[in-house]
């Protein structure tokens, strides 16, 4: 097991290493609290993407050491491999897989300043010191470390909204605590000051922009030693004697003459309001500088959160991992008010909380599956005011958070997961919320168009060219309809009920049971290809969200049933998920660093994969799920510092650990039910709000053990292989009898666990039988064409008519009946649809056939552009003068991206050409920066030399992320031409709304085509 150590500065190496081996590791000393079985270390090396410092649940101070600030790994601002610490900032991300906070940070030093950290291969360079593991120490709400190049020991402690430092200096005239409000993780500071108010405070503001892209830090930080001096740095200026001084980036050093031993303590609140509301926070949480009696506090605040759950039996690693698992899962969401109710909402304006605490930090795609359904358990009145929380987010900007960090949405990962939180808590009775306002948020994240949710309620899925990710999307969005159809049926909305019901079904159009899989089609209906179930895809760009086909293969929670249909019946089933694990545990993506933890391709690290062992039990084989959990469990949760397997995911991977130790696991985190698995401690006590126990025993569990052999509820057999939420909150006790050898406990039908999208019973009433008619397409490689060319209709629906215009009219059954290829000399704009047997009818398909000038691998048109290519985004040589459209995706591999300047096209035809109309395609993605240009003017020249504009287009800067799409340019051309130029404005900076607002945008240019 992991040891941890006691850092006491003053006494020699030798003492402090013997005292380590009577820390937790000993099994003579047992813990007196739950807490005291917490590491706050795991996690901390590998890519788990935790902080070791102080914090008390779901506060919003995260008081921690930062050793880097740049790096995936540095996502927390902490990381193992680091021997250097930069100082002790206040607000950390936990888990993450991207980076942010940092704020406010304190340095304590000794000798001369250093007006910059510094780097960690030379720490002398700056004011970052060394330090050595053997003298850090943390448990919940305590973190200490001595700082090797200073001779200071640092201890921290916190309250929700106050960081406690003690620094322990030695004698010396030339100590400092530096106050750098430039530093952060993973972002930039924008406006940064700090004013000294007395001879012992210090107050100001840090704003940032980076994953939050509008981010406010106020302070007020008081110190317990009236100052020496204060002097101020600006852009690496010393200014001595400084009162006030702000800036991009301004520091301050508080200067002091200390004794040997000598201890400062520093309260240092936070507000997202204001000075005067860190100040309130300040008043009512830390009274004096008694660091001690604040860290007991703390220590009491987490006893009493790690309380709700009690376990026995095991040993003492396994209740280090649970209890650290609990720990970590109790972290996020973070309080976002002051202690008068007054927060920064959505629209930046300051909201009071009426009757609930606000929150923020709202990690959904990840935290939905097991961390909320948690809450439900262990903690349901935060559960309801992060819900309530949510419902004012949806007030303040029109949606629900997806992914919310300090009143900034994200938009990071896919789906719309705050419904089934939201639903999660109406359906198991714990709403204190309005109902029907969370029902209209729903509905309204149900019918954003956004995100490719318009192609998925429209044609029930989501095309592989018209949006990334198109798989992932489209069976998330299928699972989060059938939530909101299940509120809709609680509030007796029974239209809407059967309507995203339907909904929840359109998974199903993604199977392909040729191979077996859930995967990618094009508005066609034709099976993206090639295919690679192993392809690892990440997010924004392929097919699957950071995964490939095995990950997603099995997301249809609310229709377990009908996906077993699927693949062809229990045993078809269960052998595929055998195979999932059979299959080679490889990454084929370099920079999919969160698919991590492979057993075969189920992938513990990342959260695709959660539920899927607990698939079985739906199947009828729950010892195969039973054994899979152990070996998940016990290969992938270690209590070292390296402990998790991939990113913690702000709970959620924990929350799976503390769900499966117990013995059970929400598969449906809206449904009320757990499927059971394999518990690993003798026995479990769960303290619930209503003053009910619930009970889980495991007789002779072991790590041999890992087999139900039979079960009890309350004395009386028990064969099902799932609980419900209504017999935990009810009380009772669940008896497990454990062995080593598999057992037929659980597999009759009667036993499973079942999972139907519509009830069978309401099939009749409520399934829409539909025929898919697919949209016909045309065979032709590009719809851009010098000379002639020959159309060819085909359609993947067998036994249809399809009837076509070439005059851009709508066709009917009545139009022209295609019989024959097409053959096309000028440009066309042709529109066809199939008809069924049954007279069912495809949407319209669309072709603009163009007859335009373009390369074709001879000396003319020949392009000239003014920017260099990017690496990255590269249409390739002649790449946007090639006769081929890109698609909607901006990593199909045919756009051009120009960031920084204007784009500047010539195209030089080799002769004067009859010209009449020249166009050019611009991609508009602005979630990932890439926005249409301010201004498209085109110009015309006989010579080169002298050009004339034939016309310019103008567009708006948008207020919000628009829907994914091509716009095209375009503008008539009269007369003979052998030069055309395209010239395109950028917008100068992304706009305030944006999270990377101030940065310059992408511009994605397609083909131009010249007729």
């Not at 593991?133 to 943390?138: L, N, P």
Request: aromatic residues 12%; hydrophobic residues 35%.
């Amino acid at each position: 097991m992991r040891k941890v150590f006691i850092t006491i500065s003053l006494i020699p190496l030798l003492f402090s290493c013997v005292s380590q081996l009577n820390q937790k590791a000993s099994k003579e000393v047992l813990p007196k609290s739950n807490s005291e079985f917490v590491d706050p270390f795991i996690g901390t090396s590998a890519h788990g993407h935790t902080f070791p410092g102080a914090t008390v649940p779901f506060g919003m101070v995260q008081l921690s050491p930062d050793t880097g600030i740049e790096g995936w790994d540095w996502c927390s601002g902490y990381h193992s491999s680091d021997n250097s610490i930069m100082g002790f900032s206040h607000t950390h991300l936990s888990g993450t897989g991207g980076g942010d906070y940092g704020d406010i940070l304190l340095m304590p030093t000794v000798g001369e300043v250093k007006t910059e950290a510094g780097s960690k291969k030379n720490p002398d360079e700056g004011y970052r010191s060394r330090f050595e593991k053997v003298k850090e120490e943390a448990s919940p709400g305590f973190y200490s470390v001595f700082l090797e190049d200073y001779g200071i020991t640092a201890e921290l402690t916190a309250t929700t909204r106050v960081g406690v430092h003690q620094y322990h200096f030695p004698a010396s005239d030339d100590a400092h605590i530096i106050l750098d409000l430039k530093h952060g993780i993973s972002d930039s500071a924008r406006e940064t000051w700090f004013e000294v108010t007395s001879d012992n405070e210090i107050v100001g503001l840090r704003r940032s922009s980076g994953w939050a892209r509008d981010q406010y830090v106020y302070f007020v930080a008081q110190f317990s030693k009236p100052f020496k001096s204060v002097e101020g740095i600006k852009s690496g200026m010393k200014l001595t004697e400084t009162k006030k001084l702000e800036g991009e980036d301004v520091k301050a050093v508080i200067n002091y003459t200390t004794e040997e031993g000598e201890a400062i303590v520093v309260n240092v609140a936070i507000s997202g309001v204001s000075v005067e509301g860190a100040r309130k926070n300040l008043e009512a949480e830390v009274q004096g500088f008694d660091f001690n009696k604040v860290r007991e506090q703390a220590k009491q605040t987490w006893d009493q959160k790690l309380s709700k759950i009690q376990v026995e039996g095991g040993d003492q690693v396994n209740k280090t991992i649970f209890y650290t698992a609990m720990y970590h899962s109790l972290i996020a969401p973070n309080v976002y008010m002051d202690v008068d109710h007054q927060y920064r909402g959505m629209d930046h304006k300051i909201h009071k909380a009426e009757g609930f605490t606000h929150y923020t930090l709202f990690s959904l795609w990840d935290t939905f599956r097991a961390t909320h359904p948690l809450f439900t358990l262990i903690a349901p009145e935060e559960n309801n005011d992060f819900i309530q929380s949510m419902i004012v987010k949806y007030e303040q900007s029109g949606q629900l958070p997806i992914w919310e960090l300090s009143a900034n949405e994200t938009g990071t990962m896919i789906g719309f997961h705050s419904v089934p939180v939201i639903a999660d808590a109406i359906l198991k009775g714990q709403a204190k919320f309005d109902k029907e306002l969370a029902y209209q948020a729903m509905v309204a994240a149900a019918e954003d168009p956004r995100r490719g949710l318009n192609w998925f309620n429209e044609e029930g899925f989501i095309p592989v060219e018209k949006e990334a990710n198109a798989v992932s999307k489209g069976v998330e969005y299928a699972y989060d309809m059938w939530v909101v159809a299940q509120v809709a049926k609680e509030l007796g909305k029974m239209d809407d009920y059967k309507k995203y019901s339907n909904r929840a079904l359109n998974y199903k159009q993604l199977f392909d049971k040729n191979t077996g899989f859930l995967r990618g089609k094009n508005m066609y209906g034709a099976w993206d290809e090639p295919f690679d179930p192993m392809a690892i895809s990440l997010l924004g760009a392929g097919n699957y969200t950071e995964g490939n086909a095995w990950h997603y293969n099995f997301f249809a929670p609310q229709d377990i049933n009908g996906l077993i249909d699927l693949h062809g019946g229990d045993q078809k089933f269960i052998d595929k998920i055998d195979h999932m694990f059979q299959q080679e545990a490889v990454n084929d993506n370099h920079m999919a660093h969160d698919v991590t933890g492979l057993i075969g391709q189920y992938a513990q690290g990342n959260e695709p994969s959660h539920h899927v062992i607990y698939l079985y039990n739906y199947a009828g084989e729950p010892w195969k799920t039973q054994s899979r959990i152990r070996q998940v469990m016990d290969e992938m949760y270690t209590s070292e510092r390296d402990g998790l397997c991939g990113n913690e995911d702000c709970g959620q991977m924990s929350a799976w650990y503390v769900f499966s130790a117990m013995g059970f696991y929400p598969v449906n985190p809206a449904d009320g039910n757990y499927a059971i698995g394999s518990p690993i401690f003798g026995k479990v006590t769960i303290h619930l709000d209503n003053g009910n126990d619930f009970v889980i025993t495991a007789d002779q569990s072991s790590p041999t053990n890992e087999y139900i052999q039979s079960a009890a509820f309350d004395g009386q057999t028990y064969n099902k292989t799932y609980i419900t939420h209504d017999q935990i909150e009810k009380g009772g006790i669940l008896s497990f009898k454990m062995g080593e050898n598999k057992s037929n406990w659980g597999t009759e039908v009667a036993a499973r666990p079942t999972s139907h999208a519509i009830p069978l019973n309401e099939v009749e009433s409520i399934l829409e039988s539909k025929e898919v008619v697919y949209r016909p397409y045309v065979t032709n490689s590009s719809v851009i064409f010098n000379g002639e060319t020959t159309v060819e209709f085909k359609d993947v629906t067998p036994n249809v008519s399809i009837y076509y215009t070439l005059d851009g009219s709508i066709p009917t059954a009545s139009s022209t009946k295609y019989a024959e290829v097409i053959t096309l000399n000028q440009s066309t704009f042709i529109k066809a649809i199939a008809i069924d047997p049954n007279g069912i009818s495809s949407k319209v398909s669309e072709f603009a056939f163009k007859k335009a000038f373009y390369n074709t691998g001879s000396e003319f048109p020949k392009l000239s552009i003014n920017y260099e290519k990017n690496a990255t985004y590269d249409a390739g040589e002649n790449g946007i003068l090639n006769g081929i459209y890109a698609s909607d995706n901006l990593r199909d591999g045919k756009w051009d991206g120009v960031s920084g300047q204007n784009f500047e096209a010539v195209i030089d035809l080799g002769k004067e050409e009859e010209l009449h109309q020249v166009s050019i395609g611009f991609l508009e993605n602005t979630s990932s920066w890439v926005f249409l240009p301010n201004k498209v003017e085109f110009f015309v020249s006989e010579d080169g030399k002298e050009f004339t504009s034939v016309g310019v287009e103008s567009t708006e800067m948008p207020n919000d992320h628009p829907i994914i799409g091509v716009t095209r340019f375009a503008k008539e051309i009269k007369g003979n031409y052998r030069y055309v130029k395209v010239v395109a404005v950028p917008f100068k900076a992304l706009p305030v709304w944006h999270s990377g607002a101030g940065n310059a945008p992408w511009m994605f240019t397609d083909e131009i085509v010249i007729e």
